[in-house]
C-alpha cells in the first residue's frame, strides 16, 4: 500500500487566514446567536462546542447514522454535513428547542411512555424527524412512519417502541 | 476538513465568473454539500474556495410545460421531487427512483445537479488508498473486495455511479443544460456521466468552471410509463446493487418505444440499447421480456464477488419491463 | 454487622469464575413467584426518559470544560510495520494544536491489559495508535493528523486465521512461537467415548458454518474527557465499567485508587466493548495531566471500527451422530476464531455444544488465532451468539437428513440438567418456551404450500420458518453494594456504583428501592456511575447488572426501613411492629389508619438521615442458574434477487422475575435487532491482500434500520427464579440475541430448500446457495 500519510496538497500561506473565519447570524429555537466560526465550522460543532447544545450527537460525522439531525426550517437534515456560515437566515430546531419552556412536546412524552429509547443517543435526532413528519402529516401509516425514521440509526433496537410511539401519535 | 474561504452567489451566471476568476482552479461549488463536506472531510477534496450556489434561487424548482416537456432546476432537492404532485403525474418514474434514496434527512438536503456530480463510493476510492480514479496505479478493486463494482468493464475503474436519479432521467433521455464562460450548453446524460479515462480520471465530464443549470426532459410519448426498481442489502439507506429505470410505452399491446437503463452495473447509468431495439415493435409478452432482459446483461465481465449481479441485473430488467407495460412479473 | 467471607461461583460472559468477597449481615427472604409486590413487576416509563429525550442527558462526549483541548488519533495503514520515524513538526506547529505524541515521546504509556506500549514501535493491526494530535478545536486536531509523516517499515502479516496458525506463518508477535492467544489452545474438552458415540449412529451429518466480524457500532464511540484538579483526576468516561477503569487508569498512570474519579451518567451504547477505561481514557488522562489542562479524546467512528473491537468471527465444523429416532449419539465441534491483535481469551463458542442438547458423547476443540487484525471485543453473548448460530443450523442439517421435524429434534435432546459438572438447573421451562412460540407462530403449518408460496409457485418469493434455542447465564453474583437513604423530608436516594449503559438499570433500581421503602418512585432518585459513592458494582455487562445490584439495593433498602420504622416509632410512640409504610406515608397497621408522612417525622430529628448499606449475597451451591428461550423467525427470500426479509420474530425467554415489562421487551426487541442484523448485513469486510478493513464505517457496515424491523411478539415464560438471588430476576440483556441470527439461518434454508453455510445472509451469498448444486 502506497505511503499517504505524507498529504497530497500544499498547504494554503498563513496569510489567507483572515478569510477563513466569519461571524454568522443565527437563528435557533427562536433565538439569534451570532457566532464567529470557521468557514469550514458545521452546524453540528458549532452547536455543540459553541452554543453548547449538545442534544445533537456525532455518531459518525459523515451522515452515516442520523445522531446530529436537526431541523432547518422545519426539515430534518443532517448536521455534520452543513456548514455553519449557510445557515443564516435558516430556522433551526434542535432538540433543545422541542420542549419549550419546560413543558414536554407530545412526541418526546409519547416516546418516553413507550419507551421508545433505550441508550438515548439517537433520541434527539429520532424525536425531531418524528417533530418532521407530524408536522408535515399528522396521520401516518406505518409505511409513513418507517419512511421518516429511515435516516436515523439506532444501535439499541428501540424501533418497535419508536413505530408504537408514533402510531399512538397518529391516534392509532 | 482543510480551511477555506467560502462566497455565495446568486446565479449560475456569477458562479462561473467565481470560477472563471479562480486561476489556479481550486474552487469547488457547493450546493446541498452532502458529498462535497464527506469528501472534504475525507480529504479527497481540498478546495481553497468554495461557492455557495444555494442562494441562486432561479435554479431551484420544477417547470411543468405545456408541451410535455419538463424542467428541473439544477437546486431542486430530491425531496422536492418526491413530494411533486403534478411532476407525479407526468413523470412517476422519477419520484420512484428518488423515494429510496439515501434518506429523508439527505434527501432534503441533496440536489439534483450534485446528485449527477456526486463522486462513486467505491471503499477503495473513499478510504486511504492511492486508486488509480485518484492518479494512483491501480484500481484497488478489480482484485480486491469488489462485491459492489461494476459488471460491465468500462475501463481501469470498476466504481458504479451511485445515483438512483441518472438511471431514470437516462430512461427519459433528459438532458443537462450547463453554462460557462462560452455561455450555455446541453449534454445528454452519457455526455455528462462517463467512464473515467487516463485523460479524466474522473466520472463526469463537466469542465471546472461550468455550472449545472436544470435538466430538460424531452416530452414522453402518450401513454408512456415508467418504473424504477432497486435492490439493496437492507431495506433502507443502501446504494443499489442493481437498479432499473423502463419507461416503456405500449401501443394495442405492442412495444411501440421502450427505454431501460441500470444502474449499479457500469461506471455510469447504461443504457441497455440491444433490449430496447428488441422489444420494439414487438407485442410484450414475459418471454419477450425475459430475452431482452438476458440482452442488458450481454458482455458483462463480473469481477470475483460481484457475479450475484448479473442474475439481479437481467432479473430486475425483466421486473422493470413488464411492470412499467402494466404487467405482471 | 459480622463480616462473613465468601467463595461463590460468579459467571460472566459464559466463563465461570471463583471468587472470595465479603458478606455483611444476611440478605433477606427471596421475593418468591407469589410474593404480591406494588412496584415491581409494571410496566413503569424510564425515571431518566426526561433527560434522554429532551437531550439534557450528559454523556462523555457532552463535557464542556473551560480550556478543553480535543485529541485525534493517527492511526496505521498497514497491518504489520515497525514505525522508523515520524515527523511532527509541521502538526505541532499549525495553528491551535498544543501538542503531537508518539512512541518516541510516551515511554510511560502503557496498557494495563496487555503490558504493551499504546505507541508501539510495531505497530500489528491496521487502526493502531501511531500518533495523537491535541488542540483547541476538533477540526485543528484532525488536520493536524495530516501534517504528520510517519515511516512506516511493512512486515510480513496474515489476517486469515487459518493461515495464521499454520506452522509457517509470519508472526504476529516476533517473541511468540505461534499465532495462538495462549499454550492452552487448541482447548479440548471431551466426556463420554465419541468415537463410541458415532459408532453407534445410524445417521451422521457434518455441517461447517462460518459467522462473520461484527462491528458493534455503539452510536456513542469509544472514549473519555479528563479533568484533573491537583492530584485527583475525574475522568467522564464512556465505561461500563467505571471500577474497572478506575483500576486502569490508577495502573497506567501510577496513581493511587483514590485519585481517580470515574464518571458514567450516561453512555451511548457500549454492547460489551466498553469494559474498562479503554486507550482513549487512559491516554486522555495522561494527556491532561502532562499538559495540565483537560482532555478530550473520543475515537471517530473509522477509529472506533478499527481499534474498539467486534465479535470474532469464526469457522464452526460440527459432526453430529444420531439414531433414527434422533437420538443424539455423538457431538465434535472444532471451532476456530480469529481474535486479531491481542485477544486474552476466547469466548465460549463451544458453550452451546457442550451443554444445549443432551449427549453423552462430546468433544469440542477451541482453536483461537492472533492475526493482524484490531483485537476483538465482548459483544453481546460473545461466543454464544456464535456457537448458538452455527449448533442450531447444524440440528437443522441433522433433522433434514433424519427426515425429522426440527423442533421435535430440539425436544428429543432435552437436556433436562447441566451436564458438564451433572449439576441440576435451577429451573429450566424451555419446553414451555417451545410450546407457547410454536404454537404463536404456527409451526404446524410450517410447509403448508399457501405459506411457503405465498404468491403461488409461480412466483419468486418463498417464505420458511425456522428456530433456534438459547441459554445464557444472567444470575449475576457478589460483589454488588449499595446504599439507600432516607432524608429527612422522606425523599430517599439509593446509591451505587453501576452503570446504566441504556438498559433502564436507574428505573428498575428504583423500582426495587420503592417496593421496600414504601416511598414512591417519585421521591427517589438513584445515584449511579460514579466511583465516588465508594460502593462497588460489577460492570454491566453479562447481563448481571440487575441481578447483582438489585439485591444489593433490596438489601439495602430493606435496612433502611427498618431503621427508619424504628425511628418512627420512638417518635410516635408506638410499637415498631405496629407500623407500616405506604406510598411515603406511615401506616398503623393495627388500625389501618394512616399516620403521618415519612418526613412529619423525620423533619423532628435535627438533620439525621438514615443510611443504611445492603450487598449481594453469594450463588447458590450445587444448581446451575441459567435463562433459557427460543425464537421463530418467518422469512420471506425472493430467490430470483437473493434479498431476504424477515416478517416475524416470536421470542419466548425465561429471565426469572419480570421487574419492568416495558423496559424487558425493549431489551429482547433490541437483541433482537442486533441479530437480525448478524444474521442479514452485517460484516467487517477485509482485504487479504492488503490486510486491512475497507468498511470501517457506518455507510458499508450496515446495521439494521427501522425498515427491516420485523413483527416481534415477545412471550415471557418465566417467574422468579427462587434459587437465583432474592429478587428472583435474571438479566435480559444478553438472552434475546443469542437465538435470533440461527432461527433467521434455518428459516432461510428452510424457504429455499438449501442448507445454509454462513452469515451473514447477503443477496449474493443466498443466491451462491440456490446455485450451488
Redesign the interface.
Known amino acids: 500500500m502506497p505511503d499517504q500519510t505524507a498529504g497530497r496538497h500544499a498547504d494554503t500561506p498563513a496569510n489567507e487566514q483572515a478569510a477563513w473565519r466569519r461571524s454568522a447570524r443565527l437563528t435557533i429555537n427562536g433565538a439569534d446567536y451570532t457566532v464567529d466560526v470557521e468557514t469550514r465550522a458545521t452546524l453540528l460543532d458549532t452547536l455543540r462546542d459553541e452554543l453548547g447544545l449538545t442534544g445533537a450527537k456525532l455518531g459518525c460525522d459523515m451522515g452515516q447514522c442520523g445522531a446530529c439531525t436537526v431541523l432547518v426550517d422545519g426539515a430534518p437534515m443532517y448536521g455534520c454535513l452543513l456548514l455553519t456560515i449557510e445557515q443564516e437566515g435558516r430556522a433551526i430546531t434542535t432538540i433543545e428547542g422541542l420542549a419549550a419552556a419546560g413543558e414536554l412536546d407530545p412526541i418526546q412524552r409519547v416516546m418516553i411512555e413507550q419507551d421508545a429509547l433505550q441508550c438515548g443517543f439517537c433520541t434527539s435526532g429520532q424525536a425531531l424527524a418524528m417533530k418532521a413528519l407530524f408536522d408535515h402529516e399528522p396521520h401516518p401509516s406505518d409505511e409513513e412512519i418507517d419512511r421518516a425514521l429511515a435516516g436515523n440509526l439506532c444501535r439499541c433496537g428501540a424501533y418497535v417502541k419508536l413505530r408504537a410511539a408514533a402510531r399512538s401519535l397518529a391516534g392509532r | 476538513?482543510?480551511?477555506?474561504?467560502?462566497r455565495?452567489v446568486s446565479s449560475a451566471e456569477e458562479a462561473v465568473a467565481a470560477l472563471q476568476s479562480d486561476t489556479a482552479g481550486a474552487s469547488c461549488l457547493?450546493a446541498g454539500?452532502?458529498d462535497l463536506?464527506?469528501l472534504?472531510?475525507a480529504?479527497l477534496a481540498?478546495p481553497?474556495r468554495?461557492i455557495?450556489l444555494?442562494p441562486a434561487h432561479a435554479l431551484r424548482g420544477v417547470t411543468l410545460a405545456p408541451d410535455g416537456s419538463t424542467r428541473i432546476g439544477a437546486l431542486t432537492t430530491l425531496?422536492e421531487i418526491e413530494r411533486h404532485a403534478a411532476l407525479a403525474e407526468r413523470l412517476p418514474i422519477l419520484p420512484a427512483a428518488v423515494r429510496d434514496a439515501?434518506?429523508?434527512?439527505?434527501r432534503?438536503?441533496a440536489t439534483v445537479g450534485g446528485n449527477l456530480m456526486q463522486r462513486n463510493?467505491c471503499?477503495?476510492f473513499r478510504?486511504?488508498?492511492?486508486c488509480w480514479l485518484k492518479g494512483?496505479q491501480q484500481c484497488?478493486a478489480r482484485?480486491?473486495?469488489n462485491?459492489y463494482s461494476a459488471i460491465f468493464d468500462d475501463g481501469p475503474c470498476v466504481a458504479v455511479h451511485p445515483s438512483d436519479l441518472a438511471p431514470a432521467l437516462l430512461a427519459l433521455e433528459a438532458t443537462v443544460e450547463v453554462v460557462g464562460p462560452a455561455g450555455q450548453r446541453a449534454l445528454t446524460l452519457p455526455a455528462l456521466i462517463s467512464a473515467p479515462t487516463a485523460a479524466r480520471r474522473r466520472e463526469t465530464t463537466l469542465p471546472a468552471n461550468e455550472v449545472i443549470v436544470a435538466i430538460n426532459i424531452p416530452a414522453q410519448p402518450a401513454g408512456a410509463r415508467g418504473v424504477y426498481l432497486k435492490?439493496?442489502?437492507?431495506?433502507?439507506?443502501?446504494y443499489a446493487?442493481v437498479s432499473a429505470a423502463a419507461q416503456m410505452t405500449l401501443v394495442d399491446g405492442r412495444v411501440a418505444r421502450a427505454r431501460l437503463a441500470l444502474g449499479g452495473v457500469a461506471n455510469a447509468p447504461r443504457r441497455a440499447q440491444a433490449a430496447e431495439a428488441l422489444l420494439e415493435g414487438q407485442s410484450l409478452t414475459p418471454e419477450l421480456a425475459a430475452l431482452a432482459a438476458e440482452r442488458a446483461v450481454e458482455g458483462v465481465q463480473p469481477l470475483a464477488?460481484?457475479?450475484?449481479k448479473v442474475?439481479?441485473a437481467r432479473?430486475?430488467a425483466r421486473r422493470a419491463i413488464l411492470e412499467a407495460a402494466g404487467m405482471q412479473w | 454487622m459480622p463480616i462473613r467471607i465468601v467463595t461463590t461461583r460468579v459467571e460472566f460472559e459464559g466463563v465461570v469464575y471463583e471468587q472470595r468477597v465479603v458478606m455483611e449481615g444476611d440478605e433477606p427472604e427471596v421475593w418468591g413467584a407469589d410474593a404480591e409486590l406494588r412496584v415491581v413487576g409494571k410496566p413503569i416509563p424510564r425515571v431518566d426518559g426526561r433527560e434522554r429525550a429532551t437531550g439534557a442527558a450528559q454523556y462523555s462526549y457532552d463535557m464542556l470544560l473551560p480550556g478543553l483541548l480535543v485529541t485525534a488519533g493517527l492511526r496505521s495503514p498497514h497491518p504489520h510495520a515497525r514505525i522508523a520515524r515520524v515527523d511532527t513538526a509541521r502538526a505541532e506547529a499549525a495553528p491551535g494544536v498544543r501538542a503531537v505524541y508518539t512512541r518516541f515521546n510516551t515511554p510511560d504509556l502503557v496498557h494495563p491489559a496487555s503490558g504493551r506500549p499504546i505507541f508501539a514501535e510495531e505497530v500489528v493491526h491496521q487502526g493502531q495508535e501511531v500518533a495523537i494530535a491535541l488542540a483547541e478545536t476538533r477540526q485543528q486536531a484532525i488536520e493536524a493528523l495530516r501534517l504528520i509523516t510517519v515511516e512506516y517499515e511493512p512486515l510480513p502479516f496474515v489476517v486469515d486465521p487459518e493461515a495464521a496458525i499454520a506452522p509457517d506463518a509470519p508472526r504476529v508477535y516476533s517473541e511468540r512461537e505461534r499465532n495462538q492467544i495462549s499454550d492452552e489452545f487448541p482447548k479440548t474438552y471431551e466426556r463420554g467415548d465419541v468415537a463410541a458415540g458415532f459408532a453407534e449412529a445410524e445417521v451422521i451429518t457434518e455441517t461447517r458454518f462460518t459467522t462473520a466480524a461484527n462491528l458493534h457500532n455503539s452510536l456513542e464511540t469509544h472514549g473519555g474527557v479528563a479533568q484533573w484538579d491537583g492530584h485527583t483526576l475525574t475522568l467522564w468516561s464512556s465505561t461500563q465499567d467505571i471500577f474497572g477503569a478506575r483500576q486502569q487508569i490508577a495502573n497506567a498512570l501510577k496513581l493511587h485508587q483514590n485519585q481517580v474519579h470515574v464518571i458514567k451518567r450516561y453512555m451511548g451504547g457500549g454492547f460489551g466493548s466498553k469494559i474498562g477505561a479503554g486507550n482513549a481514557g487512559i491516554i486522555a488522562a495522561w494527556a491532561a495531566q502532562k499538559l495540565g489542562r483537560p482532555v478530550k479524546y473520543m475515537f471517530s467512528r473509522e477509529e472506533e471500527n478499527l481499534a474498539a473491537g467486534y465479535r470474532e468471527p469464526t469457522a464452526q465444523s460440527y459432526r453430529l451422530g444420531a439414531k433414527r429416532d434422533g437420538t443424539l449419539t455423538a457431538l465434535e465441534l472444532r471451532s476456530l476464531g480469529n481474535l486479531g491483535a491481542w485477544g486474552g481469551w476466547y469466548p465460549p463458542v463451544s458453550l452451546p455444544a457442550k451443554e444445549m442438547y443432551l449427549c453423552p458423547n462430546v468433544r469440542t476443540v477451541d482453536t483461537g488465532a492472533l492475526t493482524n487484525l484490531g483485537t476483538f471485543a465482548s459483544f453481546r453473548a460473545p461466543g454464544v451468539v456464535e456457537g448458538i448460530s452455527g449448533l442450531e443450523v447444524a440440528l437443522d442439517d441433522l433433522a433434514r437428513a433424519l427426515h425429522m421435524d426440527p423442533l421435535a429434534l430440539r425436544r428429543k435432546n432435552y437436556a433436562p440438567h447441566y451436564q458438564v459438572l451433572d449439576q441440576p438447573y435451577a429451573v429450566k421451562t424451555l419446553l414451555t418456551a417451545y410450546d407457547q412460540a410454536a404454537e404463536r407462530i404456527d409451526w404446524a403449518s410450517r410447509d403448508a404450500e399457501e405459506r411457503r408460496y405465498p404468491r403461488g409457485r409461480a412466483s419468486t418469493l418463498r417464505r420458511g420458518v425456522g428456530m433456534a434455542s438459547q441459554l445464557w447465564g444472567g444470575d449475576g453474583g457478589p460483589p454488588a453494594q449499595a446504599i439507600a437513604k432516607v432524608l429527612p423530608d422522606g425523599s430517599a436516594v439509593i446509591m451505587t456504583g453501576t452503570q446504566d449503559i441504556g438498559t433502564g438499570t436507574r428505573t428498575v433500581l428504583s423500582q426495587i428501592a420503592s417496593e421496600e421503602l414504601g416511598i414512591p418512585m417519585s421521591a427517589i432518585r438513584v445515584e449511579l456511575g460514579e466511583t465516588e459513592f465508594g460502593v462497588f458494582s460489577p460492570a454491566s455487562g453479562g447481563s448481571m447488572t440487575l441481578a447483582s445490584v438489585g439485591p444489593a439495593v433490596r438489601m439495602a433498602a430493606l435496612a433502611a426501613r427498618r431503621e427508619m420504622l424504628e425511628i418512627i416509632s420512638h417518635l410516635a410512640e408506638a410499637p415498631v411492629d405496629a407500623l407500616d409504610v405506604r406510598e411515603g406515608v406511615i401506616v398503623n397497621r393495627e388500625t389501618g389508619k394512616d399516620m403521618d408522612s415519612i418526613g412529619s417525622y423525620l423533619s423532628l430529628l435535627e438533620g439525621h438521615e438514615v443510611t443504611a448499606r445492603g450487598m449481594r449475597g453469594p450463588n447458590a451451591d450445587g444448581v446451575i442458574v441459567r435463562t433459557f428461550g427460543v425464537q421463530f423467525a418467518e422469512v420471506e427470500v425472493d430467490i430470483a434477487t437473493g434479498v431476504t426479509r424477515v416478517l416475524r420474530i416470536v421470542a419466548a425467554h425465561d429471565c426469572g422475575r419480570i421487574v419492568n415489562p416495558l423496559t424487558f421487551s425493549s431489551q429482547i426487541e433490541g437483541g433482537i435487532i442486533q441479530g437480525l442484523g448478524m444474521a442479514l448485513f452485517e460484516q467487517r469486510i477485509v482485504d487479504e491482500r492488503l490486510g486491512v478493513s475497507v468498511n470501517p464505517n457506518l455507510g458499508d457496515y450496515k446495521v439494521p434500520t427501522i425498515r427491516d424491523i420485523p413483527q416481534i411478539e415477545i412471550i415471557s415464560v418465566g417467574a422468579a427464579n427462587e434459587l437465583a438471588n432474592t429478587i428472583g430476576a435474571l438479566g435480559a440483556g444478553e438472552p434475546p440475541i443469542i437465538p435470533t441470527a440461527g432461527a433467521i439461518a434455518n428459516a432461510v434454508a428452510h424457504a429455499i430448500g438449501r442448507p445454509v453455510t454462513g452469515l451473514p445472509l447477503t443477496p449474493d451469498r443466498v443466491l451462491a446457495l440456490l446455485n450451488d448444486h
Open positions: 476538513m482543510r480551511a477555506f474561504e467560502h455565495a457547493i454539500g452532502a463536506l464527506s472534504m472531510k480529504d481540498a481553497t468554495i455557495d444555494k425531496a439515501a434518506t429523508p434527512q439527505l432534503n438536503m463510493r471503499w477503495y478510504g486511504p488508498y492511492d494512483g484497488f482484485d480486491g473486495q462485491k435492490l439493496m442489502d437492507r431495506q433502507a439507506w443502501a446493487l464477488h460481484n457475479g450475484y442474475q439481479m432479473e430486475l
